[in-house]
């Protein structure tokens, strides 16, 4: 009965796996359909009308995206890791298959995520420089920006750190001393 189980479960995982690679193909689509839309209109004026807010947003909504997608990948990563353990009952074939994707990742996709929204930014920046460059909410803005990009990098190596651990103990520790060290 429990052996029955097991596979309903592993089964089970393999399917939140698939699934959440689809979710994780949608979110970077949505993404580029948003930033895209938000680049086009916002660049354009309408006689006097200038729709510089949706320049304003674009990088925000990037960024909004990239999180969805670190999560998303955390989700695939981390349930891979769960079906590679020792003790796991999957196939010593799925065991090393995970293993080998996991000392094996591209970790050009991650970057590339990062790299189109910074682009966004400096996109968007630079757009805003010729109509904004003047009002300190445009100056505000760009700090602001800049922190939610730290903040996304530090998000995601703080889950791709954890998902090598496999522990959440590790996020936690390692999420503390990050900010215990750039206090110093």
Known sequence: MEDHLVVDFLNDLRLEIR?????????????????????????????????LILLYLAPIIAFTFDLYIVGASFKIKRAG????????????????WEEWVRQNR?????????????????????????????????????????LILIGVWTYSYILNEAIHKFEIKKIIILFISIFKSRGK
């Open 106 to 146: 591209d970790p050009f996709p991650q970057l590339a995520g990062l790299l189109v929204s910074i682009m966004v930014l400096f996109v968007s920046m630079i757009v805003l420089w010729l109509e904004d460059k003047n009002n300190l909410f445009y100056w505000a803005w760009i700090i602001i920006n800049l």
């Open 19 to 51: 699934e959440t690679k689809k979710e994780r193909a949608d979110f970077i689509r949505q993404k580029f359909t948003y930033v895209i839309g938000l680049l086009g209109i916002g660049s354009i004026s309408i006689g006097s009308f200038k729709p």
């Open 81 to 96: 890791g769960f079906l590679c353990r020792e003790d796991s009952k999957s196939s010593s074939e799925e065991k090393k």
